[in-house]
């Protein structure tokens, strides 16, 4: 059995999310970590972190997957961009203590025309410096579509940047399914294939969490557009197979589809039906 749950707003703090994923039905869930366009970070109140991490437990949630904003570009051709981006991943790592033992998940970097080889560098430079040995988060390194300048579009990338990451414990992989197949993986007809690869390239045993969309594009498009489940190019057939595939069993499997609340609560409920059956 999976985790499943989706993405939720911070606004009215952390135990708020838990018990709305409650309502919702699910046992996981994804919020922003700062504003995901302009950057901003809310204090940590311990007491309401406290609160959420008793209904976490009460409740057997599964690992909670927080994402960082778009705008932090560890691998931008700018280096104020880059200096910010390190500033935001520090401090937001040192927020995510406050919630020991989750997951922290970010879109490596877009290398704005310096290359994919710079890039991965330099996102694992930026790595080197945010991360300690005692920190108790573990840091996500999301499969990306390749749009744009976008660096993490194949398993191979992915596992350059682990290479030359020093501490290796603190990392691991956010699958995300529209992302893959909008980057070629066929994980529709091929979904053995795919995670054999992902197992030979990356390691299955850095495969963290899902980020579970269908895709609006055809396979290979390299556009990321997501889609409601069963209603993509993915399809309903696939996704079932994905999420009940044995290698994702325990994982939380993150909804990120546009969706209003009762689509989620309907999405959710789809997912744990197929378990149940
Ligand atoms: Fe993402
Ligand atoms: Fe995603
Ligand atoms: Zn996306």
Redesign the pocket.
């Known amino acids: 059995m999976i985790h499943i749950g989706c993405h939720l707003s911070v606004t009215n703090g952390y135990e708020a999310m838990g018990r709305q994923m409650l309502e919702f039905g699910g046992d996981t869930f994804s919020w922003f970590t700062r504003n995901p366009r302009g950057g901003k970070s809310k204090d940590v109140d311990p007491a309401d972190v406290k609160a959420l991490e008793e209904l976490l437990s009460e409740k057997r949630f599964g690992k909670l997957v927080a ?1 960082a904003s778009y705008t932090m570009n560890l691998c931008s051709a700018n280096p104020d961009t880059r200096a910010n981006g390190l500033d935001m991943l520090k401090k937001d790592l040192e927020k995510m203590e406050y919630l020991p033992g989750q997951f922290y ?1 970010f ?1 490596p970097g877009s290398h704005t025309g310096q290359g994919a080889e710079v890039g991965i560098e330099q996102i694992a430079d930026g790595l080197n410096k945010a991360l300690w040995p005692e920190m108790q988060t573990t840091v996500l390194l ?1 499969t990306m579509a390749g749009k744009g300048s976008e660096v993490g579009r194949s398993f191979e990338e992915l596992r350059k940047i682990i290479d030359l990451v020093d501490l290796k414990d603190k990392i691991g992989v ?1 699958f ?1 399914t529209c ?1 893959t197949w909008d980057a070629g993986y066929d994980i529709a007809a091929d979904l053995d294939g795919v995670l054999d690869q992902f197992d030979k390239i990356i390691g299955l045993s850095r495969l963290k969490a899902v ?1 579970f969309n269908d895709s609006k594009n055809e396979r290979g498009s390299g556009k990321d557009r997501h889609e409601k489940l069963g209603q993509g190019m993915i399809g309903m057939k696939a996704m079932k197979r994905f999420a009940m595939h044995p290698a994702f069993d325990g994982l939380p499997f993150i909804l ?1 589809t546009p969706n209003d609340d009762e689509g989620y609560v309907q999405e959710i409920a789809t997912v744990k039906g197929w378990f149940q059956a």
Do not use: G, L
């Open positions: 994402h998940n879109h999301e956010c995300d992302h980020h990120e």
